[in-house]
Antibody, heavy 118, light 111 residues
Framework: EVQLVESGGGLVQPGGSLRLSCAAS????????MSWVRQAPGKGLEWVAN????????YYVDSVKGRFTISRDNAKNSLYLQMNSLRAEDTAVYYC???????????WGQGTLVTVSS | NFMLTQPHSVSESPGKTVTISCTRS????????VQWYQQRPGSAPTTVIY?????PSGVPDRFSGSIDSSSNSASLTISGLKTEDEADYYC??????????FGGGTKLTVL
């Protein structure tokens, strides 16, 4: 059974940092593009970042460039999102997602809530 | 970059057929694959259509996808509507740099 389990969400003050993790199982993690997609409360889905199977290519939505860093550890079957200089508008549920190709999602995690507030 | 525009909401009766559109603002809809995701209330999204018209295993054949170059749009069609189909549906595509774009979502009510 495929599982993507996010962790690391919580309440953080504006300007603070948080690191999200996603533990993958049930598929060959190292063969999959991985992504982060977020959803602000009551809003639609927004793509955040993608990373290629070997980590050699990374892509970000403009609003997080220079603040967020996507990374992966294929030996640990894990995906990460380091989030710095957090803003109120980063408040959202963050979903981990995976696919054999870089343009879609095959598998979704259940999400972790990040709240940026003082 | 381009935008994907979806109707805010649609409604239809059980057993009927509904179509949700997704219109690309610039560039050809046919130049990059379109995906469709279903999100039931309180749940994570799931993939119902990928690469324009492909169904993941486990998705019933009541769900189908298509693209129309004349209207520069993609469509998700659900036939034989069931109350369990009530959900938000999002289209998604990308540009040449694997920069993803999501539509704003369509709330489907089955009444």
């Amino acid at each position: 059974e495929v599982q993507l389990v996010e962790s690391g969400g919580g309440l953080v003050q504006p300007g603070g940092s948080l690191r999200l993790s996603c533990a993958a199982s049930g598929f060959t993690f190292s063969s999959y593009w991985m992504s982060w997609v977020r959803q602000a409360p009551g809003k639609g889905l927004e793509w955040v970042a993608n990373i290629k199977q070997d980590g050699s290519e990374k892509y970000y939505v403009d609003s997080v460039k220079g603040r967020f860093t996507i990374s992966r550890d294929n030996a640990k079957n894990s995906l990460y999102l380091q989030m710095n200089s957090l803003r109120a508008e980063d408040t959202a549920v963050y979903y981990c997602a995976g696919s054999p190709v870089g343009w879609l999602v095959h598998y979704w995690g259940q999400g972790t809530l990040v709240t940026v507030s003082s | 970059n381009f935008m994907l525009t979806q109707p805010h909401s649609v409604s239809e009766s059980p057993g009927k057929t509904v179509t949700i559109s997704c219109t690309r603002s610039s560039g050809s809809i046919a130049s990059n694959y379109v995906q469709w995701y279903q999100q039931r209330p309180g749940s994570a999204p799931t993939t119902v259509i990928y690469e324009d018209n492909q169904r993941p295993s486990g998705v019933p054949d009541r769900f189908s996808g298509s693209i129309d170059s004349s209207s520069n749009s993609a469509s998700l069609t659900i036939s034989g509507l069931k109350t369990e189909d009530e959900a938000d549906y999002y289209c998604q595509s990308y540009d040449s740099s694997i920069y993803w774009v999501f539509g704003g979502g369509t709330k489907l009510t089955v009444l």
